[in-house]
């Protein structure tokens, strides 16, 4: 093996390198961005939902031909929602079309290139993964909470809402891409490494 005589740190960037360039490739593969989107609007919607008190997403793919679109966010008052016996035929308050490799793809990828170079065993890997993923599935809710408050005053909560305020607060902190990747950095050290771990890349 070409790494086998390499220092730790050395091999741990190389597979992080390698592997950021394999899974950004990835999307460019239709079924797979298809798939891809799909199940992070899934989880996005759940993420959502969950937190934010007056506002109810469903996350579905960009409806029609876009090279700028990928998926849609359709938002609806959360109190209307859950009056209507009709889903289908509630009209949004707002939709945001979005671009994944702008929003969603990107601190995916991050977090999956260090998780496969980190030195864990691959139960400890899927266990990382699920843990990052779900606290960047949080911080992105944040910043669609943020959105919306900026762009949909009608779905504003009433008074004082601590989780629209965090939001806030985190989108104007975390504003671009470039933030966003930092942040994931120390999300991996803390959902992967264990304090043996960081004694692997001294060696």
């Known amino acids: 093996m070409i790494l086998r005589n390499q220092p730790n740190i050395l091999k741990f960037l190389l597979i992080f390198f390698f592997g950021y360039i394999l899974f950004s490739l990835l999307p460019f593969i239709q079924p797979v961005r298809t798939a891809a989107i799909?199940?992070?609007?899934?989880?996005?919607?759940?993420?959502?939902?969950?937190f934010h008190p007056t506002a109810r997403t469903d996350f579905r793919n960009f409806e029609g031909n876009s090279d700028e679109y990928d998926?849609?966010?359709y938002i609806f008052?959360?109190?209307?929602?859950?009056?209507?016996s009709n889903k289908k035929m509630i009209?949004?308050?707002f939709i945001l079309?979005?671009?994944a490799r702008l929003t969603a793809f990107g601190p995916f990828i991050m977090l999956l290139s260090l998780i496969l170079a980190s030195p864990i065993t691959w139960k400890r890997k899927l266990f990382s993964l699920a843990v990052?993923?779900?606290?960047?599935y949080i911080l992105l809710a944040m910043k669609y909470t943020a959105m919306i408050d900026q762009?949909?005053?009608i779905l504003r909560p009433d008074g004082w809402s601590t989780w629209v305020?965090?939001?806030?607060?985190?989108?104007n902190a975390f504003r671009t891409q470039e933030f966003m990747a930092l942040l994931i950095i120390p999300i991996w050290a803390i959902s992967s490494l264990r304090a043996k771990d960081w004694k692997w890349f001294l060696q």
């Not at 959360?78 to 209507?84: G, I, L, N, V, Y």
């Not at 305020?165 to 989108?171: E, G, R, V, Y």
């Open 38 to 50: 799909s199940t992070y609007n899934a989880f996005q919607q759940v993420a959502f939902n969950t």
């Open 71 to 73: 998926y849609s966010v």
């Open 77 to 84: 008052r959360k109190e209307e929602w859950k009056r209507s």
């Open 91 to 93: 009209q949004p308050a």
């Open 97 to 99: 079309n979005q671009n």
């Open 132 to 136: 990052g993923a779900a606290i960047i």
């Open 151 to 153: 762009n949909a005053e």
């Open 165 to 171: 305020k965090l939001s806030t607060l985190f989108n």
